[in-house]
């Protein structure tokens, strides 16, 4: 740990004028305990998926996530996570978080770093580790009068991981040394490929050879009949077109099927072995399981749950995992941070109504108009992957060595 007067007087300040937070409402866990912290809502969505990763390598771990205020409930309740309000930046309060959690490994991500927290873990002990270092997080105001301080927290890390070459210079300017400073680019939520059957694949493949084809995803009975509007627009411009629709809720099959019966479309229903012949206009896919197959034969998806005010929508990593063009509708909330991700890499598109859904499709349908998309889509996904794997293996790794040493 590096030596700063300014950090030692900063750890006097807030010592004596820091108080204790209050006591967390739940226990420490037995066994071991990962502390990771968010900066923000996005980041919180991708440690989730990383302790949903790391949970699945070593049963029985435990995550504890910190953020800054509340956390949005859809993570509260995810799996393996516990989550607390990061404490305050004192002394006091980090010592009472710290005795009652007694974490094994820390992962910060982002920046926005707490020098009193961070340097009593460190007294602890604890491993810290820095991820996604963003350069425009790393800046504080208290360090324009403790300017020694930023040289010695970044001295507390075993290892830093930064978004972009900048923000790797900004940190060995602030003083980490070079040794532990990597450019890995973004951490985001990978994606992982879904199974399928190959000979099922391959049988459709060739019965769907040379068609138009796109598959609405997890669709709700309240935004069917633009779906429906959609495809028959579609359908006028390229009569063979064909569309894949699977319910979000396999209950409404049937209310499904009436309203494909009443609009006179020739459906094909998975469910009762149906196989498109040429004059199909939808497979019905009401079934569970075969998702890796559809996203694999589509060139473009559309990812419902997403139109209607109310809605969440559905995670965007499937089909980008598997080379499928994104819409999506403007409701979103639950994988927001995802599809802004793609969106800004040109990997998907939001779509509000029939008339600019069917615009869309109408543009991307042929393959070689997707490609692109497709390609952009897959590219973020798998970078995401490689980020997130390089972080799994550093902690397993420490964890591994943690554990000979005891």
Not at 380 to 399: E, H, K, N, P, W
Request: proline share 6%.
């Amino acid at each position: 740990m590096s030596r700063s007067l300014s950090l030692a007087a900063y750890l006097a300040y807030t010592r004596r004028a820091g108080r204790p937070g209050p006591d967390p409402a739940q226990e420490r866990p037995d066994g071991t305990l990962i502390w990771v912290h968010a900066v923000d809502a996005g980041r919180a969505d991708t440690l989730v998926h990383l302790a949903d990763r790391l949970v699945g390598q070593r049963p029985g771990l435990c995550v504890l996530l910190t953020t800054k205020g509340e956390i949005p409930a859809r993570i509260k309740s995810k799996g393996p996570v516990l989550w607390q309000s990061v404490p305050d930046d004192n002394v006091p309060a980090a010592e009472s978080f710290l005795s009652h959690w007694r974490p094994d490994i820390c992962l910060w991500t982002g920046g926005d770093l707490r020098p009193a927290l961070l340097t009593c873990a460190a007294r602890q002990n604890i491993p810290l580790y820095f991820v996604d270092a963003d350069e425009e997080r790393l800046e504080r105001p208290v360090w324009r009068w403790f300017p020694d301080i930023p040289r010695a927290v970044f001295s507390l890390f075993s290892e830093i991981l930064t978004r972009t070459e900048s923000a790797a210079r900004l940190v060995r300017r602030f003083g980490a040394p070079e040794s532990i400073v990597s450019v890995t680019g973004a951490f985001q939520e990978g994606a992982m490929t879904l199974p399928f059957n190959a000979a099922e694949r391959d049988e459709m493949a060739e019965l769907l050879r040379s068609r138009p084809l796109w598959l609405a995803a997890m669709i709700r009975l309240d935004e069917l009949e633009i779906v429906l509007e959609s495809h028959r627009e579609v359908s006028r411009l390229a009569h063979r077109s064909l569309l894949i629709l699977v319910p979000d809720d396999l209950e409404d099959t049937d209310a499904i099927k009436a309203v494909l019966d009443a609009q006179d479309w020739r459906t094909a229903i998975w469910s009762e072995g149906g196989l498109p012949g040429e004059t199909t206009q939808i497979i019905l896919a009401d079934t569970r399981g075969e998702m890796g197959l559809w996203y694999r034969l589509a060139p473009v998806t559309f990812m419902g749950s997403s139109l209607v005010s109310g809605q969440h929508g559905r995670d965007p990593n499937e089909p980008a995992a598997h080379g499928s063009a994104i819409l999506y509708g403007p409701n979103v909330g639950r994988y927001l941070n995802r599809y802004s991700n793609y969106a800004e890499a040109g990997a998907a598109r939001i779509v509000r109504d029939a008339e600019t859904l069917t615009a869309a499709v109408q543009r991307l349908i042929a393959p070689d108009q997707a490609a692109a998309m497709a390609h952009a889509a897959w590219d973020v996904a798998s970078r995401g992957a490689a980020v997130t794997d390089r972080i799994l293996d550093m902690l397993l790794d420490r964890l591994d060595r943690l554990e000979a040493e005891k």
